[in-house]
Each structure stands twice: as structure tokens, then as C-alpha cells.
């Protein structure tokens, strides 16, 4: 009895399947499928976008946090040359704060540049998988 029902289940199975098989449609699949990687496209050049801005802010952060460094040990100097160890001790003490902010920032523009590399990588590979699905579009509207 069980064999009877496995067999029943297997030939509306397969009676389905070729019922989408005869129903789909081979550009349709496409477009919708191409219509899905466009949007993908637009998702991944936001993110690009995104990213890029977020590695220019790390950028200047780390440009300022130089900045400071190269200030602060000019301010170091001239309390020095003016007889002011004290304003000097407090301005070698802030150049260290800010040299730690400026390798923390080193590093994280660093991942921020690689990252948007890899992202425009992906990007660029979509974009031509995108190209080579319009071209079999226009192939199989040739041939169809």
C-alpha cells in the first residue's frame, strides 16, 4: 500500500514539474532575474558610497590627530625655550593622547580603504555578470 502512494507521489511530482517546466519561460526568467541584480546593483553602490564617505571622515581624523601631534611637540618646544617645563609636561602629555588617536585612526582607515576595495571588487563583478545576462537576454530573444 505504501508503494502505491510513493508512486502517486512521484507522478503528480512529475506531472508538476513538467507543467513548469512547459510554463517558464526562459527570457521572462531573465528580466526578472536581471530586474533583481539591477536592484542588488543599486544596493551595493549605496554601500560603496557609504563606505568611501566613512573612510575620507577616518582620513581626516587621522590627518587631524597629526596635526595636533606635530602641534602639541612645537608647543613642547617653545614652553621649553621659554622656561616653562610645566606647560611643556602638559603639552608632551597631549601629544601622546593624540598620537594614540591618530594610530587608532591609522588603522581604522586602513581597514576602511581595504574594505572599499573588496566592496568595489564585488561591485564591478555584479556589473559584469549583469552585462554577460543582458547578452544572453538578447541571444535567446534571437534564437527563441
Do not use: C, W
Not at 622656561?83 to 594614540?100: F, I, M, P, S, T
Amino acid at each position: 500500500m505504501f508503494q502505491f502512494f510513493k508512486r502517486v507521489q512521484t507522478y503528480v511530482g512529475s506531472e508538476l514539474n513538467a507543467a513548469l517546466d512547459k510554463a517558464e519561460d526562459p527570457v521572462k526568467m531573465l528580466d526578472q532575474f536581471m530586474r533583481e541584480m539591477a536592484a542588488d546593483i543599486r544596493d551595493a553602490e549605496t554601500a560603496v558610497a557609504k563606505q568611501l564617505a566613512n573612510e575620507k571622515m577616518l582620513k581626516k581624523k587621522y590627518d587631524d590627530a597629526n596635526s595636533m601631534v606635530e602641534k602639541r611637540q612645537q608647543q613642547a618646544v617653545e614652553a621649553i625655550e621659554a622656561g616653562n617645563e610645566d606647560l611643556a609636561r602638559r603639552a608632551l602629555e597631549d601629544k601622546n593622547v593624540h598620537a594614540q588617536q591618530a594610530d587608532s585612526m591609522r588603522t581604522a582607515h586602513e581597514q576602511a580603504a581595504a574594505d572599499v576595495a573588496v566592496l568595489r571588487e564585488k561591485l564591478s563583478e555584479m556589473k559584469k555578470e549583469l552585462r554577460r545576462n543582458a547578452f544572453e537576454k538578447r541571444f535567446f530573444k534571437s534564437t527563441g
